[in-house]
Each structure stands twice: as C-alpha cells, then as structure tokens.
Antibody, heavy 121, light 107 residues
Framework: EVQLVESGGALIQPGRSLRLSCAAS????????MHWVRQAPGKGLEWVSG????????AYADSVKGRFTISRDNAKKSLYLQMNSLRPEDTAFYYC??????????????WGRGTLVTVSS | DIQMTQSPSSLSSSVGDRVTISCRAS??????LNWYQQKPGKAPKLLIA???SLERGVPSRFSGSGSGTDFTLTISNLQPEDFATYYC?????????FGGGTKVEIK
C-alpha cells in the first residue's frame, strides 16, 4: 500500500525545537518532490515547505523561513522538518505530501494523515 | 506572493444539484491551478490538477476549467459524499498558496 506516515508531533513550549518525520512506503520515494503542509485547527491549508527529488530546489513559506528546515533521506524513504524557535501560531496539524513525478509540478497527489504540533506554555 | 481568493466561502445545496466554486488568482498563473477536497478529520485529497485534469479515480461529475486568473470547479449531480470543504492551490510559483476554502453543506 502506498502511504505516508508522519510522526513527531507534540505539545511543546514556545521557543523550543521539534523535528517531524514522514516515512514513505509503497512508492519510489526518490522520484518525487515532497512537501509539508499545515492546517491550524478549524482553519485552512497553508503550504510550509517543499523540496524536489534531489534537494536541489528547496522553498519555504515566509512565515517559517529562517526557523524551519526541510530535508530528506532517499535511502531511508523519509522526509523531515526541523522546527526551531516555535511560536504559538505554529500550532497546527502538519501533513506530509507527495508531488507528482517531475520537477515542474508543485502540487500534492498523496497526503499523510498528519501529526499535531501544539505550541503552548 | 500570489493570493488565491475563493468564492463563496460556504454554500448549501441539495443532492442532485449542480455546484460551482470560483477561485481567482492575484496574477496570471496560466493553468497551474489544482483543486482538493477535504472531509472533516481527514487529509485533503487531490481532485484536479492543471486546472482541468481529473485525477485518476475521481468521479466524472467533478470538472475544472479556467486559465490565467479565473478558475471554476463544478460538481454536477451533487452526491452525499461530496459534502466537504474544497480548496484551490496555485502551483505557478513559490510560495505555493491555497485559497481560503469553500464549505459545501447539505441544504
């Protein structure tokens, strides 16, 4: 079965750091761009960050630039999001999402179930 | 950044109705526009990519149209399982951005 499974969500204090992981299975992970998309409870979707298959192209939303770092390990079929200097407004469900084959198509054709990050003192 | 504006933000319709959701980009994005469906407590699901290409397995009652700045998602013959929130997303340039969503409710 093709799936993405996120982990690492937690309740954490403002200013602290957290690392999210996404494990892929049932697909040739190294062929696809990967992304993180978040959704605050009861709110809309916000793209956070994405990178292409070989990490040559990496992009961030302005709201997380300089605080979050996306990375991938193709050998482990895993995607990561290192989140530093967390703020209450970072509270959200974080979804791992896969892009289609190719470097020119930045949309999301497979999503994980999400992991909840709550930033609160 | 490219702003995506959806309208309406919510609508009420009956089973069998035809529903139209609009999405407008703040600048031309060619056909780099995608549509997602999200049901409560679930991850979003891709319906349409490239403005009008139906994702495999998505029922043909869903269709998309438009180019440039104005796009439309149409659901013909609305079914009970179609009551959900729909989002558009531009893939023309970074940062990738979503519309605010349209919640389709049962009348």
């Amino acid at each position: 079965e093709v799936q993405l499974v996120e982990s690492g969500g937690a309740l954490i204090q403002p200013g602290r750091s957290l690392r999210l992981s996404c494990a892929a299975s049932g697909l040739t992970f190294e062929e696809y761009a990967m992304h993180w998309v978040r959704q605050a409870p009861g709110k809309g979707l916000e793209w956070v960050s994405g990178l292409n298959w070989n990490s040559a192209t990496i992009a961030y939303a302005d709201s997380v630039k300089g605080r979050f770092t996306i990375s991938r390990d193709n050998a482990k079929k895993s995607l990561y999001l290192q989140m530093n200097s967390l703020r209450p407004e970072d509270t959200a469900f974080y979804y791992c999402a896969k892009g289609p084959v190719g470097d020119s198509y930045w949309y999301f054709d497979l999503w994980g179930r999400g992991t909840l990050v709550t930033v609160s003192s | 950044d490219i702003q995506m504006t959806q309208s309406p933000s919510s609508l009420s319709s009956s089973v069998g109705d035809r529903v139209t959701i609009s999405c407008r980009a703040s600048q031309s994005i060619s056909i780099y526009l995608n549509w997602y469906q999200q049901k409560p407590g679930k991850a979003p699901k891709l319906l349409i990519a490239g403005a009008s290409s139906l994702e495999r397995g998505v029922p043909s009652r869903f269709s998309g149209s438009g180019s440039g700045t104005d796009f439309t998602l149409t659901i013909s013959n609305l079914q009970p399982e179609d009551f959900a929130t729909y989002y558009c997303q531009q893939s023309y340039s970074f940062p990738l951005t979503f519309g605010g969503g349209t919640k389709v409710e049962i009348k």
